[in-house]
C-alpha cells in the first residue's frame, strides 16, 4: 500500500531544532520541586476557603442556619446560595449553580463555603452551617432514569439557557440530558443479509481524572477597580474567565485568570471546578481567597468520566465484510450536564469506529442522575464506544475465522472515503497503523505462544483507533525583540505535557531561532492571545498552527525588510539559522534579524509583531446521506488513527490481569518533540490501563465509597510494564504545524478493548464490563465454561 | 482668519465618551495610597540594594578593596566594575558602563553596589570599600570643555559604537558628543538688509526632574532558566529591557521589565535608571534585589536636563519682518551623552522658532562635563531655545515699537509654510492660539494697568511655542471577550499623565463600549504590544492612533460577521453604544457584540482580536535648501503649537517675582479627556516656573552643592497661582486618535520666555540668565539703570 502524501506543504524548517526530544522547559523547575504551583501562593491578607458538601444525593434544602459559623472567630464569609446571585453555568446547559439552590443533587455537591483565616478554622466552621434537608428519592441508574415516573432531578430543565433548545431530548424524558440519533443506510432491513452478527451490553464506569495537583484557586479582588484576578490550576483561563463571570453576574473585563504552573487535568479541569466560589468567598470578605481541594473533596464534588451502557449489535458477512451496525448509548451524566451533551456527541460519532459500515443506527442518550457530575476526561466518550466496538470487532474475528488484524484491515476507513456523517477521511493511515503495530509486536508468533505456566495464561490483543484531533479557536502573537531574539505569546495552558516547549520549538522551526532566544509566555486572560482550551488533543495542533502563521507572517516581514537593506528580491532570500536573512547561496551576506528590528523600530514600518487567529470549523454532519438528530454544534477536528496491541497475562485461579507488554502505534503527522509525543503515549497508556483493569467509583445508594486513593486504584509504576513501547509514524497532512497530528487522547482510547481481546485471547473470558478485575474475568470464565458445557 | 481644517477624517466616536472628563482609571487606588509602586514590593528572600558614589568629579580609579565589605554579615554581594562585563550603554553613544570602568566622570557616580539584607546593612558596607583615586582635573564648563588642550574626558571616545559615526565631532575636540550645524538662505550676507538686530548670551541651568517616586528597581532571577524579571520605574519597558540586555550581556529573551504604577519620570526614566545594577546585583546574590534610591542619591547619580549656553542674534527689518537669525547653542551634557545628541538634535531644529526666518545659522555642540550626565527631561531641548528665542523676539518687538502679539503673528508659520529643514506646517494654529491667548488675558488692558503698590511692579508677557508631538513606533492589540467586552492592550507606561484612561476613551469612542466593559493592561514586555516610549509628548497621540486603529480593524471583523448574521449589506449597518450592530436607522435589528463574539470563537472565523502597529518615519531634514550637518537621526513628529500669557509681580527692592496669573493656550487637536489635558497643562505650566525661577542645581568644583528637596527649590503649591488657566482649542488634524495632538512637554516650553517677558514688561529688566532669581532680576535692573544713566 502506498504512503499517504502530506494534504498541506509545510513550511520548511530552518536549523534543526523541529523533531529533536528537547528537554521540557520547566523541567528543571518541576524536578527541583521549584516550580510555582496555585497551592503554592499567597497573597497578603489571604484566607482559606472550603466547601460543605451535600450528605444527601437528592434532596429538598428547607432552610439554612449558618449563625454559628459567621460567628465563630476567624471566619470571614460564609455563603450559601442565597448570598449569591441565581445564575446557572454550564458549557451546553445552563442547569449549575455555584452553590445547589434549593435541592441537591449528589452526595457531596457543594452547598456552602467559608473563607477564614486559616484551614482548621474554615473547616470547623463548615461543621457549623446547619442546613435541614427534606430527602428524595435518589436516581442512581441512567437507563432507570429514561423510565416514566422516574424521580425528576431537574425540574427547570427546560426552562435552562441551553445550546440544544431544540434537543429531541425535551420531548421524552425530564431526566435526559440530550439525545441524538444518527443513521446512514437502511440499518432496520438489511440484517438478513448479515451472516454473522455479535450483540451485547458493555458497561464502562465513571474514572476519576487522578490529576496530580487538586482543584486549586486563589482569588483577589482590587478593592478600588472591583477587578477580581484569579490564579487558577485549570486548562483554559479563557473559559475560567467567561464562566466565572457568568456565574458571578460580571463583564468579562472584571475577571482576569492566570496559570501557574498546573499538575495535569485530563478534561477535569476545563469547565467550571471551584474558581468563581472562590471568587464569590474573596468579594464577600474583602481580601484574598486560596482553595485547595483535598484529595477527598476533589473526587467527591469534581468530576469524573461518564459511565456508559453501550447496547450494540453488529454484523458482518461470511467474507469479512462489515455491514451493519446498531447502538443505544447512554450516558451517566451525573447531576449536571456539563460537557455530557458533547461527550455523547463524541460518542456516537464514533459509534461506527475507523471502519465503513455502510448501515448504521445509533441512538444515544446523556443521562441525568444523583451521582457526581461527569465531564471532559481524555477521550471524550470515545473509549467508551471503542470499547464495545473493538471488543465486537475481536468477537466478529472469531466467528469468522479471521486474524483480527485481517479483519480489521479489509474494513479500515481509507483516504477518501467517509466518516459517519459525510466527512472525508483526509488521511486514512488505519491501516499503516495496524500494520506496524503487527510487526512490531511479533503478532503472529505471539498469538501461537503457549501458556508460560500452569493456571497462567498469555494472550496478546489489538484495538484499532480513531479520534479527532485539532479543534476549535486559537490566536497567537509574535514579536521580534531589537535584538532579534523572539516573544511568543499565546493562551495555551501546558498542564503537564509539554506544549510550552513544542510551541517553542514550531517558532525556532519556522525563523531558524534557537530555545534560548525564545522567550515564551505563559497564559492570563488580561494579555495572551485568545486560546480555546487545552483539550480536544489541540494544542500541538491548533496552537502550534497560528504559532507557524504568526512566525510566516513575521519572516515576511522580516524578508521586506531585508530585500530593501540586501537590494535583492525576497524570492532571492533565504532564512538562515541563528537569525539571519541571507541572498541565496550566499551566507556572507546576510543581515540578522537585530538589525532588521532595530531599522524597524526606529526608521521604517514600526515593531515587527504578528498576529495570526484560526478557528476550526464546525464539523459539517448529516452529509452523505446521513440522517443526524439532536446532535449538539461541535468543534471540528482532524481525524487521526492508532493501533494498539497488549499482551497480558491471566492467572485463572484469580482472574487477575497483568499487562507485560505493549506497543502503541500512533500516526503523529510530525512529531515536534518525540520524547514529549513518547510521554504522551505512555501517559496515556497507562491511564487507559487503569480504565481497562482497576479504576472505577463505586457508589452505595448514591454515596460515593471510594474517594480516596487508598480505595480507588490507579495504577503505580508497579503496574505498568517495562516494555511499554510508543511508535510514531510520520504521515505530515492537514492543517496542523509542519503536518503534526495530536496524540493526547488517542493513546488511552484503544488501551481496555486491546486488553480485553488479548484477555480473551489467552482464556476465552469474554469482558463486557470494565474493568475487567479479577471477579469480573473469574465470572466471563466461569460463563464461558457453562456456555461450553450447554453445547 | 478661517479656521485650519482637519486633514484627516477621523472616526466617528459612538457613544459619549469622547472629550469627557472621566475620573483617571487608578485616581482611587492612588488618593487611598493602595497603588502598588515598585518600592511597595516584596519578594521571598529579597535583599536590598545600594550604591557607592564616586568622591571625585573626575579621577582614575587605582584600586578597589571590596574584602571588608564582602565580610559584612548580612551582605550577599558586592560589585564593582571588575565583576561586570565590559559593556556599555547610550541611546546614541555607548560611553556609559553599569558602575565606572578605570575612572570615574562626576562626583556621585556610582562605583560600587552592594546587595544585603537590609539597607543600613548594605550602606554600613559601602562606607567599607575602599577605593583608592587619583583626581584628574575636572571641566565643569562646557565651553572651556571644547577649547583645545582642556582635558579629555572619554579618551575612547572615538571608538565607542555610536549613531552618530561620521559625527563631524570626531574631527573636533574630544570633548564633544555631538555638533549640529543646520543653515538656511544666506546668514552671512542679510545682516545688512537688517533694520534691528538683537544679541545675547543666554544661560539656562540643569534642572531635576523631582519625579514623586525616585528610582527603584526590583529584580529577580529565575534559577532555572536564568531569566530575569524586573519591576521597575520607567517610561519604558521596552528600553529598559533593551537596555538590561545589552549592559548584562543577555539576549532579550532572558529579560521581562514590567511596570507597576509610576511616580511621574518627565523623561528622567526613558533611557538606563538602576535597573541593569539591580539585575546584576540579584544574578550576583542569587536572591531578588530590590533598589530604591534615596532622593539625595537620585539627584546626585542620576539625570538632568542640560544646561545651555546660547549665543543668539536675531535681526529683523522695521517693519516687523524677521530676516536672520544665527545660533551658538551650547549644552552641557555631563559625563555621559545618554540622549544628549537627540536633545542638541530639537533644541537646533527649533532655533529658529515658530517663525519664517528665511535666513538661518545654527550651530550646536552637546559638551562632556564632568558633571551629572543630562538627558531627556520634558521639552528636550526646546524650553532651552525658547528661552532664548522668545526674549529676544519681545526685545525686537520693543526696538520695533510694536505689541509683542503683534510682532509674532506677523511672523508666524503658517499651515502649508516649511519648518526649518523643510517638513510642512501641516496644522498651523500659531496664530489662533496667540490670538486666543490675547483675548483671554485681556492683553490689551492688562498690559496698561498701574502698579499696585509702591516697589511692586506688575507686568505681563507672552511667548509663542511650537513642539513636537509623537515620534517612534508603536503597537496596540485588541481583543472581543466571549461576553461583547474589549480587552485592550498597549506596552505603553502610564507615568501619572492617565494615558491607561485616554487610551480607554479611545477604544470606547471607536466601538461604543462602556469604560467598565473595557479591560486596559498595563506594560509587560513579555506579553505587550512593544511601545517605544512615554516620552516625545507622543502617548496618546501615538499609541492612541494604534489603539484606534486596532478597534477600527475589530469594528470591520464586526461588521463581516454581522452583515452575515443580519442579512444586510456592511454599508448598511452602524454601531450604536453598549455593544451593538444594527441594520442603519434601524435600531431594534441589531446583534450585540457577544453574541458576534461567541459565534466567531465557536462557528466561524475565529478569536476577533487586532494587532495594530505604527511607526511614525524619521523627519525629512536637508529638503527646502536647508543644508544639515551631524544632525543624528531621530524619529518624526507632528508639529503643534501652543501661547502662553504670564502676569508677574516683581519686588523692586528683593527682585522677588511672583507669578499672579497664567493662560496657557493650546490646540490639542481633539481632548481625548479634558480633565487630563488641563492637568498636564497645569503640571507643566509649574515645571516650567520652577525652571524660570527657582529651579538650578548648583557646582561648587564639580560638587553638586543642592542635592535635597530642602536646597532644591521646586515650585510648591504656595507658589503656584490659583488662577492658571488651560485653555483648550481644538482643530483636529494629523495621524493622532480622532485628530487628537499632544500637550506633555509643549506646557512647559513657554513658560520661563513669558515670564521673563512680563518681568521685563514690569521692571525693564532683561533677564537671560534662568533661573530668574531676585538676586538676577536686581542685577538686571541695575544693568539696565547702568545703561540708562550712561545714555
Same mark, same amino acid.
Given at each position: ?316 458477512? $461470511?467474507? @469479512? *465484510?462489515? !455491514? =451493519? ?8 451524566? &451525573?447531576?449536571? /450536564? ?118 497462567? $495464561?498469555? @494472550? *496478546?490483543? !489489538? =484495538? ?8 476549535? &479557536?486559537?490566536? /497567537? ?120 528590528? @532595530? ?193
Amino acid at each position: 500500500m502506498s504512503e499517504p502524501k502530506p494534504q498541506r506543504p509545510s513550511t520548511a524548517p530552518v536549523g534543526d531544532l523541529l523533531g529533536k526530544p528537547i528537554p521540557r522547559l520547566e523541567a528543571q523547575e518541576k524536578v527541583t520541586g521549584r516550580a510555582v504551583y496555585t497551592d503554592d501562593m499567597t497573597l497578603p491578607g489571604m484566607l482559606h476557603g472550603a466547601l460543605l458538601g451535600s450528605p444527601h444525593p437528592h434532596a429538598r434544602i428547607l432552610s439554612y442556619d449558618t449563625a454559628r459559623a459567621r460567628a465563630m472567630p476567624g471566619v470571614r464569609a460564609v455563603l450559601t446560595a442565597e448570598d449569591l446571585p441565581d445564575h446557572n453555568v454550564g458549557s451546553v446547559i445552563k442547569d449549575q449553580p455555584l452553590l445547589a439552590r434549593g435541592k441537591v443533587r449528589y452526595a457531596g455537591e457543594p452547598v456552602a463555603a467559608v473563607a477564614a483565616v486559616d484551614l482548621p478554622t474554615a473547616r470547623r466552621a463548615l461543621e457549623a452551617i446547619d442546613i435541614r434537608y427534606e430527602p428524595l428519592t435518589p436516581v442512581l441508574d441512567p437507563e432507570e432514569a429514561l423510565k416514566e415516573g422516574a424521580p425528576v432531578i431537574h425540574e427547570q430543565r427546560d426552562a435552562y439557557v441551553s445550546l440544544q433548545a431544540d434537543s429531541p431530548a425535551r420531548a421524552a424524558t425530564p431526566n435526559a440530558a440530550s439525545y441524538i440519533r444518527l443513521t446512514e443506510g437502511s440499518p432496520e432491513e438489511v440484517w438478513k443479509r448479515c451472516d454473522v452478527v455479535v450483540e451485547d451490553v458493555f458497561e464502562t464506569p465513571a474514572q476519576q481524572h487522578v490529576y496530580l495537583e487538586p482543584c486549586s484557586t486563589l482569588a483577589a479582588v482590587d478593592r478600588d477597580s472591583g477587578k477580581i484576578t484569579l490564579y487558577t490550576s485549570t486548562q483554559s483561563v479563557f473559559r475560567a474567565q467567561a464562566i466565572t463571570a457568568e456565574a458571578l453576574g460580571l463583564p468579562m473585563s472584571k475577571i482576569r485568570v492566570i496559570a501557574p504552573r498546573i499538575g495535569g487535568g485530563f478534561g477535569g479541569k476545563t469547565e467550571m471546578t471551584n474558581q468563581p466560589i472562590t471568587a464569590a468567598l474573596a468579594r464577600a470578605a474583602g481580601a484574598p481567597v486560596k482553595m485547595t481541594l483535598s484529595r477527598t473533596d476533589d473526587m467527591l464534588m469534581m468530576k469524573s468520566r461518564h459511565a456508559s451502557r453501550i447496547h450494540m449489535r453488529t454484523g458482518a458477512t $461470511r467474507d @469479512g *465484510v462489515l !455491514v =451493519a451496525r446498531q447502538v443505544r448509548l447512554v450516558f451517566d451524566t &451525573g447531576a449536571y /450536564a456539563d460537557d455530557g451533551p458533547f461527550v455523547a456527541s463524541l460518542g456516537s460519532y464514533f459509534a461506527r469506529g475507523p471502519y465503513r459500515i455502510p448501515h448504521v443506527d445509533v441512538e444515544c442518550w446523556a443521562v441525568y442522575t444523583n451521582r457526581l457530575r461527569a465531564g471532559a476526561f481524555r477521550g471524550f466518550g470515545n473509549p467508551q464506544i471503542h470499547f464495545a466496538s473493538e471488543v465486537q470487532i475481536d468477537q466478529l474475528a472469531e466467528k469468522l475465522g479471521l486474524d483480527p488484524f485481517e479483519f480489521r484491515l479489509r474494513n479500515a476507513l481509507e483516504t477518501g472515503e467517509r466518516w459517519l456523517g459525510g466527512a472525508p477521511v483526509e488521511s486514512g493511515t488505519l491501516r499503516t497503523c495496524l500494520e506496524r503495530a503487527r510487526e512490531a509486536s511479533n503478532w503472529v508468533q505471539r498469538r501461537e505462544q503457549p501458556s508460560p505456566a500452569p493456571g497462567k $495464561r498469555r @494472550g *496478546v490483543g !489489538v =484495538a484499532a483507533v480513531a479520534h479527532t484531533s485539532g479543534l476549535l &479557536g486559537s490566536s /497567537a502573537t509574535v514579536r521580534l525583540n531589537e535584538d532579534g531574539t523572539l516573544t511568543v505569546n499565546t493562551g495555551a495552558v501546558d498542564i503537564g505535557q509539554g506544549s510550552d516547549t513544542a510551541l517553542t520549538q514550531c517558532a525556532a522551526a519556522v525563523l531558524g531561532l534557537s530555545m534560548e532566544h525564545i522567550n515564551y509566555s505563559g497564559p492570563d486572560t488580561d494579555v495572551s492571545p485568545y486560546d480555546w482550551c487545552t483539550g480536544g488533543t489541540r494544542t500541538t495542533f491548533t496552537v502550534g498552527r497560528v504559532v507557524v502563521q504568526a512566525c510566516e507572517q513575521l519572516r515576511q516581514q522580516l524578508f521586506e525588510h531585508a530585500s530593501d537593506m540586501l537590494g535583492h528580491l525576497e524570492q532571492d532570500l533565504e532564512l538562515r539559522p541563528g537569525g539571519i536573512v541571507s541572498v541565496r547561496g550566499q551566507p556572507g551576506t546576510g543581515v540578522s534579524f537585530g538589525a532588521i528590528a @532595530g531599522r524597524a523600530l526606529y526608521f521604517k514600518g514600526g515593531p515587527l509583531v504578528a498576529t495570526s487567529r484560526w478557528l476550526f470549523p464546525p464539523l459539517p454532519i448529516g452529509t452523505g446521506g446521513t440522517s443526524a438528530q439532536g446532535m449538539p454544534s461541535m468543534g471540528n477536528g482532524f481525524f487521526v488513527f492508532a493501533a494498539q496491541v497488549a499482551e497480558v497475562e491471566v492467572d485463572e485461579l484469580t482472574g487477575q490481569v497483568e499487562l507485560l507488554q505493549a506497543w502503541s502505534v500512533h500516526d503523529v503527522g510530525r512529531a515536534i518533540n518525540p520524547a514529549a509525543v513518547e510521554g504522551q503515549i505512555q501517559g496515556g497508556f497507562v491511564q487507559g490501563l487503569g480504565l481497562a483493569l482497576t479504576e472505577e467509583l463505586l457508589w452505595k445508594d448514591g454515596h460515593l465509597l471510594n474517594p480516596s486513593l487508598s480505595s480507588y486504584k490507579v495504577p503505580g509504576s508497579r503496574d505498568v510494564p517495562g516494555a511499554l513501547h510508543p511508535l510514531l509514524l510520520e504521515h505530515p497532512a492537514g492543517a496542523g504545524p509542519f503536518g503534526a497530528k495530536g496524540v493526547a487522547e488517542v493513546s488511552l482510547v484503544g488501551v481496555a478493548p486491546a486488553i480485553c481481546n488479548a484477555i480473551r485471547h489467552a482464556t476465552g473470558a469474554h469482558v463486557t464490563r470494565l474493568p475487567a478485575t479479577g471477579e469480573r474475568v473469574l465470572r466471563a470464565l466461569l460463563a464461558r465454561e457453562e456456555a461450553a458445557s450447554k453445547v
